[in-house]
């Protein structure tokens, strides 16, 4: 577009296109490649790497000091991801690579692998149609900065590297009941993972290298090294505490690969608030639009507008106010409709409250192409909705609003003169809490990517839960 001409009218359909489709992200990922290949001709280069379609394929380095169950963590994350698991044995053990017999003859001869022939094994390893197309989880690589910095060199860029912590007390103590199937490659420990079967329990053995004192040699080595590996990775690196129970560790792993790191791609805010009266969508939705300039609308606010504004729309729903009935859903889409696609809405972004209220109108919502990209279901009690709405009061001479709980009046005289809003009865917002749960349990399986967050708590915690969803990329759904 020519900037000369701006401002644009943008439709609303681009920037969604863009989101939904991560068009940002696919271009930026294909200009890393083509800055780290630099292939002759760039356009088949471009086109077999959109064929790949691999950008969101697991990438993983998970390191660890000895016994801390790195091998477990990644062999269970490589089996729920259904990646591939690529160790310093694995790579060595290829059958079918020249590369792989001569870091045999190499590591047979001098009991180590050089650096330069490891990041080869592992650059030819990548290159298979196996991990081009599942992915990778790198088990104990790199061990050293030097392994690290050569692996960035060539280009290849873990998205999460997870380093697992304990004590070396509670290490060494580990390492000395570990116990190996000789079949499988499984490791079992004698008193926390021991196997069931008798079959597996009198095949295993006991690996070399864990005595006491060759555990603590080891240990010192990673120390002194980890410290130089970790700087190299600042933005995608997750320390888990190892010194638990291994499943937890390994839900922790697991919640972390699957969450998208944040992306520099443009973002327009178009955001939902869901929750029963009383739930404090409204001042979440204030403080939304004053931080990030969201253009705030209140549906019930737009009709009232409408009616006040004497506009063509407010001659249609002023007979339904006046006879205190629904606006019926289709009255009310072509006043949200009109909002919503002003250019401020369109370039600023929105937060949204008060619609939809069902199904229908959720449907009706997404038809009209105002799909919103981060929706919240504020969670409140019910005995806390009814405590915050049944103890409102109105000063009749001030207008000042007060709460006999959290707001009392400063004096006997204001509060003997204080009003409830008929609305406020107990009995009438039970009725409308249950309106709300009726339809709660339906807009919920339509927007399955909310994130329900619960407002029983001070409001500025609330903002702080939303202003994360809102600015973090939203999590994959754990299956």
């Not at 091998?71 to 079918?96: G, V």
């Not at 973002?267 to 300039?293: D, H």
């Not at 449907?363 to 990209?373: E, K, V």
Request: overall charge neutral; aromatic content about 8%; charged content about 20%.
């Amino acid at each position: 577009m020519d900037a000369t001409t701006a401002p644009h009218h943008i439709p609303p359909e681009m920037p969604q296109y863009g989101e939904e489709r991560h068009v940002f992200e696919l271009m930026q990922n294909m200009l890393e490649q083509l800055l780290i290949y630099q292939p002759k001709d760039p356009i088949p280069f471009m086109i077999t790497h959109l064929q790949q379609d691999n950008d969101n394929v697991p990438k993983i380095v998970i390191l660890g000091p000895p016994a801390s169950g790195k091998t477990t963590i990644a062999m269970w994350l490589c089996k729920h991801l259904s990646s591939n698991l690529l160790t310093m044995d694995n790579l060595m053990a290829q059958k079918f690579s020249s590369l792989a017999a001569v870091a045999r003859e190499h590591y047979q001869k001098m009991k180590k692998l050089s650096n330069t022939l490891l990041v080869r094994l592992i650059q030819e390893r990548l290159r298979e149609e196996d991990c081009i197309r599942r992915g990778w989880i790198l088990d104990g690589i790199p061990a050293t900065r030097e392994q690290a910095l050569m692996i960035q060199t060539i280009g290849i860029t873990p998205r999460h590297v997870i380093a697992l912590s304990a004590p070396d007390t509670v290490l060494i103590e580990r390492n000395l009941g570990k116990r190996i199937d000789p079949q499988t490659g499984e490791i079992y420990h004698t008193t926390f993972d021991w196997p069931p079967e008798s079959e597996i329990q009198n095949r295993l053995v006991v690996p070399a290298g864990i005595s006491e004192l060759e555990t603590a040699q080891k240990l010192l080595e990673y120390h002194r090294n980890i410290i130089r590996i970790l700087p190299a990775y600042p933005k995608i690196l997750k320390v888990i505490n190892a010194d638990q129970p291994c499943v937890d560790v390994f839900y922790q792993a697991l919640t972390y690969v699957q969450t998208n790191h944040r992306s520099n791609a443009p973002f327009t805010p178009r955001v939902l608030l869901f929750g029963p009266m009383g739930s404090g969508k409204s001042l979440q939705a204030a403080l939304l639009a004053q931080k990030y300039g969201l253009v705030n609308v209140h549906c019930g606010q737009l009709l009232k507008e409408a009616v006040a504004g004497e506009s063509k729309f407010g001659e249609l729903i002023q007979p339904y106010f006046q006879k205190e009935m629904a606006v019926p859903d289709s009255i009310i889409m072509k006043v949200l409709s009109q909002r919503l696609s002003q250019q401020d809405c369109i370039q600023r972004g929105w937060v949204l409250h008060g619609f939809p209220k069902d199904l229908d109108q959720a449907h009706m919502l997404n038809s009209l192409g105002y799909q919103p990209n981060r929706v919240f279901f504020l969670n409140v009690p019910f005995d806390s909705v009814i405590e915050r709405l049944t103890l409102r009061r109105l000063d009749p001479v001030t207008g000042e609003r007060y709460h006999l709980m959290y707001k009392p009046p400063p004096t006997l005289e204001i509060q003997a003169r204080l009003l409830q809003n008929p609305k406020d009865t107990e009995e009438q917002v039970k009725l409308k809490l249950d309106l709300f749960y009726r339809n709660f349990l339906e807009l919920e399986e339509f927007y399955r990517q909310a994130t329900t967050v619960n407002a029983d708590q001070d409001p500025y915690t609330v903002f702080e839960y939303i202003e994360s969803g809102i600015i973090n990329p939203l999590p994959k759904k754990v299956p």
